[in-house]
């Protein structure tokens, strides 16, 4: 299908449903086609490609709203699938606030569309797939899976108020999974992947992260107890999403100060976190696999301050948060979809070297409270160190403490950020305040 086709059927949708009374409307529309080959039990278990075509209806009438979603469109789909959204509309309670967004420009993001991607055959991609899962492969690991994932997709967005915002993009994922393991040791589970929106580079790029893969699960051998102590503690980007960044995302979101849950709603320009943070949402880095134009809405995207220097710049909105908060929309709807932290002056080991007793977190897995902030969990796959140096990889210890006051305390961020797994850009946060309990 050519996104010329897709967005004249989404015209289609919407106007059935203009006809059919209502007041506004929108429609998203996607075209998507995924191969994928997955290895399990030591083999290659599953080659598949699959095509999806969706249509997702909205519609305001008397300030009702109603929905509908289909993938057909041929004959009287489309008519039905209105006709099933207005109704909908009937039976649901008036929001005064339901709106659409206006039409509006929007910045292209060049570099996420590749045609040789897009016409990868599937020959080559089995090629990606046993050269990859062969890097990833070492006498002392065990790998309990691998999958490759090439995405081609077309999108349009329209509106009645005359938004359109169409966009096509492809993407190459990669995933390895498993653990260390000898006749007398098994490692913790981990795993390691990456992403590209072109070919070209990709190979070599997934070669790097299985060399991660390996090297992180040959480094848990032969674990050791630690010791309990409260203070600093290493925090590698793999664990900031759950224990950083998710709760900064929720606390900034117009929805939760919209609920009264947000407990930043009255924080704007002042210091919530410690001045070593500073946090943009970028969603122009290609380096990330969530670059996009626009939202979810079709609303134009930026890069947007969110913490400079521990202040803290913006709330996030959608169309619909902003109207019911008097604000205007920030373009996330969906969320950040680029989170890039600047990186410090200090390396890894000079953050190491300045410390008593360190645990260097490398895997979380526990839980977090995003109203209170406290959270508890096990610190997997990490080491221990004292006085700078090294001793040893850790038995599973339990660490502890509070976001608010983690945020507060990030003592320093290490002089170099990762692309971790292509989901976000951040550096190493060295953090104080956090209960360690060895277990």
């Given at each position: 299908m050519r996104l010329d086709e897709l967005k004249k059927r989404a015209d289609a949708f919407l106007g059935e449903a203009m006809q059919r009374g209502a007041d506004e409307a929108e429609v998203g529309a996607s075209h998507r086609i995924v191969d994928r080959i997955v290895f399990e039990k030591n083999d290659f278990q599953l080659a598949s490609s699959n095509t999806t075509l969706t249509f997702a209806?909205?519609?305001?009438?008397?300030?009702?709203?109603?929905?509908a979603v289909t993938n057909e469109t041929v004959g009287d789909a489309l008519g039905i699938s209105a006709d099933a959204a207005m109704t909908l509309a009937g039976f649901s309670l008036p929001d005064e606030h339901l709106c659409f967004p206006e039409a509006q420009k929007h910045d292209e993001v060049p570099g996420r569309f590749d045609a040789a991607l897009d016409e990868l055959s599937?020959?080559?991609?089995?090629?990606?797939?046993?050269?990859?899962?062969?890097?990833?492969?070492?006498?002392?690991?065990?790998?309990?899976?691998?999958e490759l994932q090439v995405t081609r997709e077309l999108e349009a967005i329209v509106n009645s108020k005359g938004l359109v915002a169409t966009d096509k993009a492809t993407q190459l994922n990669w995933v390895i999974s498993g653990m260390g393991k000898t006749e007398s040791e098994v490692t913790s589970f981990d795993w390691y992947g990456g992403s590209s929106w072109n070919w070209d580079g990709s190979k070599d790029r997934s070669l790097a992260d299985a060399d991660v893969f390996k090297d992180k699960l040959l480094r848990c051998f032969n674990p050791q107890k630690g010791q309990s102590y409260e203070g600093k503690v290493l925090l590698a980007p793999a664990v900031l999403d759950e224990l950083i960044f998710g709760p900064i995302q929720f606390h900034i979101s117009g929805r939760q100060i919209m609920d009264g849950k947000s407990r930043w709603e009255k924080e704007l320009g002042k210091q919530v976190a410690s001045d070593c943070l500073t946090l943009i949402d970028d969603p122009f880095d290609l380096d990330l696999s969530s670059a996009a134009p626009y939202d979810a809405e079709g609303v134009a995207k930026r890069r947007t301050p969110i913490i400079e220097k521990g202040l803290l710049k913006t709330h996030l909105d959608s169309t619909y948060t902003a109207k019911r908060r008097g604000t205007v929309s920030t373009g996330h709807a969906g969320g950040m979809k680029g989170i890039s932290v600047a990186p410090g002056t200090a390396s890894i080991d000079e953050l190491i070297a300045g410390t008593d007793k360190l645990v260097v977190v490398e895997r979380f897995s526990g839980n977090l409270n995003p109203v209170t902030g406290d959270f508890s969990g096990v610190a997997k796959g990490s080491h221990w160190y004292e006085k700078g140096e090294y001793k040893h990889p850790l038995i599973e210890t339990m660490i502890a403490g509070n976001f608010f006051e983690l945020v507060k305390n990030i003592v320093a961020v290490s002089n170099k950020a990762d692309h971790y797994m292509n989901e976000y850009k951040s550096p190493w946060m060295l953090v104080d305040g956090v209960s360690v309990t060895a277990n």
């Open positions: 209806l909205e519609v305001h009438k008397d300030q009702r709203k109603g929905s599937p020959e080559k991609l089995r090629g990606f797939a046993a050269d990859f899962l062969a890097a990833g492969r070492h006498e002392k690991i065990s790998i309990d899976g691998a």
